[in-house]
């Protein structure tokens, strides 16, 4: 089975530019999950999706958006650039069964904002 | 607030013995932990789990502790390997909303395996 895939895995923007990553899911996986990750600030939680929907959002500026399509398939976006949005984006899947549930996560896109 | 803490950033360990990495909780609501390693510009692999039921799950070379009284849990790496170099971070989780559950990771501790 496929694992969770990333795309782009290298992005290269200026500030205030807007940007768009995907994410396609564990063939299955009804749950989408994004995180942010960098040096100072480890893996932070950014929001869930299930069914389409937001789930749960983590403590991000309204700059931090996301959506899920019919097929699982999940997009983030992220608009106004700042410098400290540089990061690895990291996108993760799960079958959302409750307290067993262990999320698989992709490779992971780095942004980087000049 | 760090709900979840590795308070060691590195450890070195030689190659055949066991690796021990920390973690300890604050948040009581915690009922499941989970193990990644990650190696530099990959996403974390998934590596083991415990329920908040249990006190031990074992795979492999890999064990998972879990000390629910005094809110810690472990992985012990038996015998450790070259190839287990990585930062190792712990997670923890619970329902923070409805039915949805969310993972609190840990800062992550990078583990050297000398040949």
């Known amino acids: 089975k496929a694992g969770v895939t990333q795309t782009p895995r290298y992005l290269i923007k200026t500030r205030g530019q807007q940007v768009t990553l995907s994410c396609s899911p564990i063939s299955g996986h009804r749950s989408v999950s994004w995180y942010q990750q960098t040096p100072g600030q480890g893996l932070q939680f950014l929001f869930e999706?299930?069914?389409?929907?937001?789930?749960n959002k983590g403590n991000f500026p309204g700059r931090f958006s996301g959506r899920q399509f019919s097929n699982s398939r999940s997009e983030m976006n992220v608009s106004t650039l700042e410098l400290g949005d540089s990061a690895l984006y990291l996108c993760a899947s799960s079958l959302a069964r409750g307290r067993g549930d262990t999320q698989y996560f992709g490779p992971g896109t780095r942004l980087t904002v000049l | 607030d760090q709900q979840v803490k590795q308070n060691s950033p590195s450890l070195s360990v030689q190659e055949g013995r066991i690796s021990i990495l920390n973690c300890d909780y604050t948040n009581s609501m915690f009922d499941y932990f989970l193990w990644y390693k990650k190696y530099p510009a990959e996403g974390p692999t998934f590596l083991i789990s415990?329920?908040?039921?249990?006190d031990k799950n074992e795979d492999g070379r890999f064990t998972v502790f879990l000390n629910k009284s005094a809110k810690h849990l472990s992985l012990h790496i038996v015998p450790s390997q070259p190839g287990d170099s990585a930062v190792y971070f712990c997670a923890a989780s619970a329902i923070s909303s409805g039915s949805a559950r969310q993972l609190t990771f840990g800062s992550g501790t990078q583990l050297t395996v000398l040949p």
């Open positions: 415990i329920s908040s039921i249990k």
């Open positions: 999706y299930f069914s389409e929907t937001q789930r």
